[in-house]
């Protein structure tokens, strides 16, 4: 069984520390991690849905994923020299400028693609069609639903289990159709949608800050 590195964990005692109440899903939170990590590691990417807010939550996971975060995540030596291999003037400021990326998509953020695909066919499937497009087995699919059985998310899981991703699931506290379905559900301790939304926030930044620690971090390999 693996276990979360040791130098990793300083991440997750600060978010408890800050919030007492996610001590309950600690686990969970860890969970997600491993299957966050083991993606990564794997060439994989994280593909990422949900409705209103947690649609604006899937937008910041994948802006904290895509750039530097809390670090600097300066490009490889090797990708460097490829750059400027490829036009000095140009690849020197690519070089300089860009920064290390863990691959997310937000499904909902295809505006051309969905509507297309509402308009033509079953709009609860929009985002079930997007993982069906960019899945591929080994990456992961985080579902954010304050309720947890919101159907377009539920149809997404569904794609994703059948193309053999691993799904996460970010929910409330009731028990769901989404937090039986997923391979981890990390179940903030709250029924208030809004309440539930405010616990969201520190832990997919705390999934991220860890993230960015294993594969950009002074101790990266």
Request: with cysteine; aromatic share 6%; hydrophobic share 40%.
């Amino acid at each position: 069984m693996r276990t979360l590195e040791p130098r990793l964990e300083k991440h997750i005692d600060f978010l408890i520390e800050r919030y007492s109440s996610l001590e309950s899903v600690k686990q969970d939170i860890i969970d997600a991690y491993l299957i966050l990590e083991e993606c990564y590691v794997n060439g994989g990417k994280l593909l990422v849905c949900g409705n209103g807010g947690s649609a604006a939550d899937s937008e910041h996971i994948v802006g904290e994923l895509m750039k530097g975060f809390k670090m600097p995540r300066k490009v490889s030596d090797e990708y460097a020299a490829e750059l400027k291999a490829a036009d000095e003037e140009l690849g020197t400021v690519l070089a300089d400028n860009l920064q290390g990326a863990l691959p997310a998509i937000a499904l909902d953020g295809h505006l051309a693609l969905s509507t297309a695909y509402m308009n033509d066919c079953e709009p609860l499937l929009c985002f079930a069609q997007q993982v069906n497009g960019f899945g591929n087995k080994g990456d992961v699919l985080l579902g954010i639903s304050t309720s947890g059985n919101s159907k377009n998310v539920l149809y997404a899981a569904t794609a994703a289990r059948a193309k053999g991703l691993k799904v996460i699931g970010l929910t409330g506290i009731k028990e769901s159709k989404l937090s039986a379905f997923a391979d981890v559900c990390i179940k903030a301790p709250n029924a208030e949608t809004y309440m539930i939304q405010e616990l969201h926030l520190p832990v997919y930044h705390c999934l991220c800050l860890m993230l960015e620690d294993k594969f950009f971090g002074s101790d990266a390999k």
